[in-house]
């Protein structure tokens, strides 16, 4: 019987400009809701959900940062221990995927060198008033060497997908690393630095 | 409910069935208060087995999270809390693994009422005092965890507010808990400073958005709170008494704030937190502490209106210790330079900030940083000017650049001299002259070496640098008290700030004036002479007089010429307007009471009658108003020295002009010169020596009482130096002849020339029968040199040479002085070469030529 309830534990951070839908992707996916009239976050939000892919638990530590300039520099110590981010735009809004460059900077500043970055456009069921091709995203995000997938929080498309999939690549990202390093676990979670209470757990 | 089986609990160890036991049958009856004295006894006297317990424990509290039993859940953490406060230090360290597992259980739940339970239990845990060292433990977690809390925006307003609260409390705890414990994580760390000290500056700050002007008076309360000093820290505080403080001053209870101790609010939470904090922080994590400060306020935007930047800063001054003091003060300044293209009012915010700090930090140990700051401030004083001429940040107008409002840079440059001032104003002595001297050296002066820029804007940039240093330098010397008028007034000091008097510019010249009467008086006399008068009795102004100490006669006898000559040719200032005067006049009675002794009034009342004397003869063309001001300013000065000195004859023949001035010439008076509509004379010219001050009478009333008489009859005349020539008022060509003029005045020979002119019969004859006599040595002495010459061996002549070589040396010395000055030639060949004009040259030059003739 394990003490954790969990096999790994991933810290994900949704970055990108304010406005895009950051905080109803990760509402749709932790809590299955879209919050109309969702006002702007405030610093950080939390949420946690765990996952099981492939017979394996997977706990998501979420943290939504606000995209408003004023909060930058508390939303920037959050990118530090990331295991992953988000880069959220919203494809109805030009400017938003203009920012992506300087956000790309920022990610290259404060985020660990081995951080996945996925980008994200969200709002596709606005397609009516896109501003921002997909083929162009695709090239962008190629050049930039990053996952890329359109998504809408509110029809619920390619929300679990975009979450899923990058669990998966975490985890085979972390197994990797086991491999290399022969460190039981090289990520930063506070769970398993302490092994040592797991296995006395018979006695 | 587990051990519902009965023979399967008889198997279970003892830990597990203790544990089972203090779960009641249903949640709503509480911990089963003699079963957790069961457990509680047994962790105690078997504590090998504490980590057990607190890992079963905490397996059935995640169990119950998942399984929304939550009454449960209250009852697992009441049970961990009770076990941990009954387990002695030593052991507790087995337990604080599941311990923090759990509390981080209840913190990723999203129901607000678990988060607090979590955040109740770590505070509580938090406020323990381990002393066994715990190296695997990480804070990572909560820190994160806890920061997002206090940034919670939860739609209900009441548990928004709990929510913010617990982050708070949370984040307190986890300093606590890790700030002594130099083996744990380094919570002084950027990533953790970057998120706790903005949110907790996020929850201060949020007081004032809510309730803004409603709660004035409590803000003053508040307010008041912050200049008491930091009251030093004890590591747990007890909740109650600070609660009962600051509840006091809180906003009045809402019906919703039911208990007594919620009603503290999470801005005093914050600001407690972060007092704290600072307190706890060590010389090296100073620097991470402030920076999240500054870009907070960068990013928010709030240096701006500025309120609580301050507010900030005092926070920060009066809780870090306070030989810190100036690390934040070197930060500030940092950040200041960091932001010298900000718009001006964001820079005049910091430059606020930086005086308010500046203050408190001055009471500590400012020491290294003085100087720096000084600097700092007065570059930022010259990229301003600079901004304000250009009108853009980098010196070239391009397009796009931001648009540079003058009155704002203006008002930059009013922040940075009040911050000047009150910074130095907080300095002793010794670093008060040191800053300036410094200051001073900063002032660009016209001189020979260092060419000024040229053009308009050239000008106008130093015209503007200048005032704007002198504004500083008067600040700074406002109130400095300076035993020793020496070290106040160094010599190079002096020698710069005078030639700074001497401008063409009227502003700049008053600013000199009023420096050194700031410097000079240390009585706090100057607001007394701040109106010309003639008054007949002084003891009304109650002045405040010492004796002159020996230093500062010592420094009188130096530099008292220069004084009295800037003195003069201030006076003769042609755009000198009542300010002026004013400020002439208190100067000049500063001096009559520091630093005067017997000479020193001699010699002021001469500067004084000489003035007059440039009032009367007016060879500059002064306009009518500044020749009746420098009457006035006589008369008044006078009128003053005179009752110092208590001569009575002195006093009377003062009295006396001044009476005769009323009746017949009262513009010549101060009472009439200086007030808004001045009543002038337009025929001041061939003024009565009735009306005027007569130096034979001063002298004779003087002598009569042991003053120097001799001297008092002398006019005085200022002496020149290479300084006026630097001044820009003068080309150099005009001073040369000035000096020409008065050397030649001067000079011996002009003066003999008179006696030489009067030649009658008998000096002609004389002088011929006498340069004849003197001729006819003269060929003797010749013959017998020549004679010697083709005599003697060569040695004797070499010989004779060499001991004359370093006469000749002399001799010529001699002769080059004489071409470039003529001799004061002994009057008896004067008279010679008037008696043989051009037959004969003059002795003196002919002694010579054998001499020359050796080489």
Not at chain 2, 69 to 98: K, P, T, W
Request: hydrophobic share 40%; charged share 25%.
């Amino acid at each position: 019987m394990s003490m954790e309830d969990y096999d790994f534990l991933f810290k994900i951070v949704l970055i990108g400009n304010a406005g895009v839908g950051k905080t109803c992707l990760v509402r749709r996916f932790t809590q299955g809701l879209f919050p109309p009239g969702q006002g702007a976050t405030i610093g950080v939000d939390f949420m946690i959900k765990t996952v099981e892919i492939n017979g394996e638990k997977v706990k998501l530590q979420i943290w939504d940062t606000a995209g408003q300039e004023r909060f930058r520099s508390i939303t920037q110590s959050y990118y530090r221990s990331a295991n992953a981010l988000i880069l959220t735009y919203d494809i109805t809004c030009e400017e938003s995927f203009r920012c992506l460059p300087e956000w790309l900077r920022e990610i290259e500043q404060y985020a660990s060198n081995k951080v996945i970055t996925v980008l994200v456009g969200n709002k596709i069921d606005l397609a009516e008033r896109r501003e921002v091709s997909q083929q162009r995203a695709e090239e962008f995000s190629e050049a930039q060497d990053m996952y890329y997938l359109e998504t809408s929080a509110k029809e619920s498309d390619n929300v679990e997908k975009l979450f899923l999939d990058l669990a998966c690549r975490l985890i085979s990202e972390a197994r990797q690393n086991t491999l290399v390093n022969n460190v039981s676990s090289p990520l930063p979670g506070e769970g398993k630095s302490i092994s040592y209470l797991t296995c006395c757990n018979f006695n | 409910m587990y051990g519902v089986c009965g023979c399967c609990g008889a198997l279970r160890p003892r830990y597990k069935r203790l544990v089972d036991n203090i779960f009641p049958e249903d949640p709503e009856d509480g911990l089963v208060k003699t079963n957790m004295e069961k457990l509680t006894f047994y962790a105690l006297s078997a504590p090998e087995k504490l980590d057990r317990i607190g890992a079963y424990l905490s397996e059935r509290l995640i169990r119950d999270v998942g399984r929304h039993r939550y009454g449960y859940v209250c009852i697992a953490m009441e049970a961990l809390d009770q076990l941990l406060m009954a387990c002695h230090c030593q052991s507790i360290n087995l337990f604080v693994e599941s311990f923090l597992k759990m509390v981080a259980k209840l913190l990723e739940s999203e129901k607000p009422n678990l988060q607090i339970l979590g955040t109740n239990s770590f505070v509580k845990f938090a406020n323990i005092e381990e002393d066994t060292p715990s190296y695997h433990r990480s804070y990572d977690f909560f820190v994160s965890r806890f920061s997002e809390m206090c940034h919670s925006g939860h739609e209900d307003l009441e548990i928004k507010t709990k929510i913010r609260m617990s982050g708070i409390k949370g984040l307190q705890g986890v300093v606590r808990k890790t700030v002594n414990d130099e083996l744990q994580a380094n919570i002084w760390d950027p990533q953790h400073m970057d998120k706790i000290v903005p949110s907790l500056l996020f929850n201060l700050q949020h007081v004032e958005e809510a309730e803004s002007e409603s709660k004035a008076a409590s803000l003053g309360a508040l307010a008041l709170a912050f200049y008491q000093p930091a009251v030093p820290l004890k590591v747990c505080i007890p909740e109650g008494e600070t609660v009962m403080v600051l509840g006091s001053l809180g906003r009045s209870p809402s019906p919703l704030q039911a208990p007594e101790k919620e009603k503290e609010n999470p801005a005093e939470l914050a600001e407690r937190c972060l007092r704290e904090l600072l307190g706890r922080a060590a010389f090296g994590n100073i620097k991470n502490a402030i920076k999240p400060v500054l870009v907070h306020l960068d990013n928010h935007s709030l240096w701006e209106p500025k309120v609580f930047a301050i507010r900030c800063f005092k926070i920060i001054m009066y809780s870090i210790q306070p030989q810190h003091s100036h690390l934040v003060i070197q930060q500030l300044l940092s950040h200041l330079d960091a932001n010298s293209r900000s718009a001006a009012t964001v820079r005049a915010g910091i430059v606020e900030v930086l005086s308010e700090a500046a203050v408190i930090a001055a009471t500590g140990s400012v020491g290294p940083t003085v100087l720096e700051m000084f600097n700092t401030l007065l570059r930022q004083l010259r990229l301003s000017i600079d901004y304000a001429l250009t009108g853009s940040y980098d010196g070239a107008i391009s397009l796009g650049t931001k648009i540079i409002k003058e009155h704002e840079e203006r008002m930059f440059q009013e922040a940075v001299i009040k911050t000047i001032g009150s910074f130095a104003s907080t300095l002793p002595t010794y670093q008060r002259s040191e800053v300036i001297l410094f200051t001073m050296s900063k002032v660009p002066l016209p001189s020979l070496h260092h060419p000024v820029e040229m053009g308009r804007t050239g000008e106008n940039r130093n015209r503007l640098t200048q005032i704007m240093l002198l504004k500083s330098l008067l600040q700074v010397s406002t109130g400095f008290q300076c035993n020793n008028m020496m070290s106040a007034l160094p010599s190079n000091f002096l020698d710069r700030l005078l030639s700074t008097a001497l401008m063409e510019d009227a502003e700049i010249r008053l600013f000199v004036l009023e420096i050194l009467i700031s410097f000079i008086d240390r009585h706090g006399n100057r607001h007394k002479f701040s109106t010309i008068s003639t008054l007949s009795d002084i003891s009304v102004l109650k002045l405040k007089v010492d004796k002159c100490s020996r230093q500062d006669t010592i420094f009188m006898k130096k530099h008292s010429q220069q004084l009295y000559r800037h003195i003069y040719l201030s006076c003769k200032e042609e755009t000198n307007i009542q300010k002026h005067y004013e400020a002439l006049y208190g100067l000049l009675a500063l001096i009559s009471i520091e630093l005067a002794n017997e000479e020193v009034v001699v010699d002021l009342i001469r500067l004084v009658l000489a003035v007059q004397d440039v009032a009367q003869v007016n060879e500059e063309n002064l306009p009518v108003y500044n020749r009746c001001a420098l009457y006035a300013l006589g008369a008044a000065y006078l009128n003053l020295i005179s009752q110092l000195t208590t001569v009575p004859a002195f006093c009377q023949h003062i009295r006396e002009v001044i009476e005769s001035r009323k009746k017949e010439a009262p513009y010549m008076l101060p009472e009439d010169v200086f007030v808004e509509r001045p009543r002038l004379s337009q025929n001041i010219d061939g003024v009565v020596i009735e009306l005027l001050f007569r130096q034979s009478n001063i002298s004779e009333v003087l002598g009569g009482s042991g003053y120097n008489a001799d001297r008092l009859c002398l006019p005085y005349i200022p002496q020149l130096t290479d300084e006026d020539r630097l001044s820009k008022r003068k080309s150099i060509g005009e001073t040369i002849s000035l000096q020409v003029e008065v050397e030649s005045r001067n000079s011996p020979e002009k003066e003999e020339r008179v006696p030489a002119e009067e030649i009658t019969y008998e000096t002609l004859k004389k002088a011929i029968v006498d340069s004849v006599a003197v001729e006819e040595q003269e060929r003797e002495r010749r013959r017998q040199v020549v004679e010697k010459f083709q005599k003697a061996p060569f040695e004797e002549i070499a010989a004779h040479c060499g001991a004359r070589a370093s006469l000749l040396q002399s001799k010529l010395n001699q002769i080059f002085e004489i071409t470039i000055r003529p001799p004061p030639s002994p009057s008896g060949t004067i008279t010679a070469a008037y008696g043989q004009p051009q037959s004969h040259s003059i002795p003196v030059y002919e002694m010579k030529f054998p001499d020359l003739c050796v080489y």
